[in-house]
């Protein structure tokens, strides 16, 4: 029989937990990166260690010595901290160094050039989503040399953005391009380096200015290559800036299969090439031949160098982040909860953009957890849970804090009991940790979505 206790702003929750030891580990799955050669054969593989592997990383590659041979440049994904690591081929690590603040755990896009033109290449860095557009430049030694940074676009822009770097120009000294990813505008920024700071060169909007697909490119012999990023089909145009800003090539992708639209643009050998989201496909824009590129997830992202001490470029692939939970949706809730009990994650979307996503702990059998479409049907800053086992175990776990229900008696909420979060645990309901649950009960409104599923 469940005990239900009668406390001021309090309320029982019924057979929805697993107590544990807390002593289990927290799952922290690696993120899997692979080297082939240029026709995909693959080379070699190795894991770069992840509190939140599903995010993936954000990859370049730049001799940051004077060797000849370039060195992999990974920036953390979400949930990680704001760190940029720099290996080696084989994945071992010459050093690494934080970009923004230890607790800024949204993910850092990375990319490397000669911004200042004195032959030696800068790494600069940028928030994902939920962050701020706030850039940082870092020398080869990862000190940073940009008196605190630049903001590429309004301060208050949480979208995301997106970055490549290459010279448009001709002249010493790369650019740096920003593109807002999904949700904002089509606003192509390209900045150079002056006087210690990056200064606005060019900009332009790639499509037209009511466009929220978001944007992804890249830079080759002195072009720029710009693709949506959301949604099917996908639009591609090409651009150079060495004067004036002039569209020179215009295509678009599409395929019925694809569900979400490009993850990456990528010139390979000059030519215009998409890797796209949830098909793992790499499509030559010019002929449309496809090859598959294998990640992890559902998103890739590619890099092109030479890691050894040969004449040939190698690709190195990794999984980016997830960035879509379906095809462009202009009638998509403003909020939304996915739960996968098959990976045993929480998926948090704005709009069809993933805006979080980390491990969570449901029900452990017998006890299930309820699939089907819900939504929050109350948010409870404490829920009071005691109850009896089906073997006849009474449990108390006191009040807790941070409870979304989403279906009687089964709640979203945090679990101090354990730490065992990627497993399940509960009587039913979906088991948080303190950060993670802090975050989702503050973003989350009710009557927001809930989809449960197997």
Known sequence: ?????????????????????????????????????????????????????????????????????????????????????????????????????????????????????????????????????????FDNMGTAIDAGGTFAYAEA???????????????AGDELVTLPAASGGPHVRVWKWNNGALTLWQEFFAFDGSDRRGLVGDVSNQKLLVASSHGNPISVR???????????????????????????????????????????????????????????NSSARIVLANIDE?????????????????????DAAERSIVVDLSDQRLYAYERDVLSNTFFISSGKYPYRTPVGNHSVLAKLPYVYYAGVDLDGTAWDLGNVPWNLRFYPKHYIHYAYWHNNFGHPMSHGCVNVSLANIKWVYDWAQVGDPVTVRE
């Open 1 to 137: 029989m469940t005990k239900h206790f009668a406390l001021p702003f309090l309320l029982v929750g019924v057979f929805l937990f697993w107590p544990t030891s807390p002593a289990n580990a927290y799952h922290s799955p690696a993120v899997h990166i692979s080297i082939q050669a240029m026709d995909g054969k693959e080379l070699d593989t190795f894991d770069v260690a992840s509190a939140n592997a599903a995010t993936g990383v954000s990859i370049d590659a730049a001799d940051l010595g004077d060797d000849g041979v370039e060195e992999i440049i990974i920036g953390n994904g979400l949930g990680n901290e704001p760190r940029v690591r720099v290996l080696r081929a084989d994945g071992s690590e010459i050093g690494s160094f934080l970009a923004y603040a230890s607790d800024m755990g949204v993910g850092i896009n990375v990319a490397a050039c000669d911004l200042t033109g004195d032959g030696e290449v800068e790494i600069v860095t940028v928030p994902q989503k939920n962050g701020g557009p706030h850039m940082r430049v």
């Open 157 to 171: 822009f949480r979208g995301g953005v997106n970055i490549t770097c290459g010279d448009l120009d001709g002249f």
């Open 238 to 296: 090409e651009y150079t800036l060495s004067s004036d800003v002039t569209l020179v090539h215009e295509t678009s992708w599409q395929d019925e299969s694809i569900a979400t639209g490009a993850a990456q643009a990528i010139y390979i050998n000059n030519v215009r090439h998409l890797v796209v989201e949830g098909s793992q496909h790499l499509v030559n824009l010019d002929d449309a031949a496809q090859s598959t590129v294998t990640v992890d």
């Open 310 to 330: 040969d004449t040939e470029q190698e690709r190195i692939v990794a999984p980016g982040r997830l960035l879509y939970a379906s095809a462009r949706n202009d």
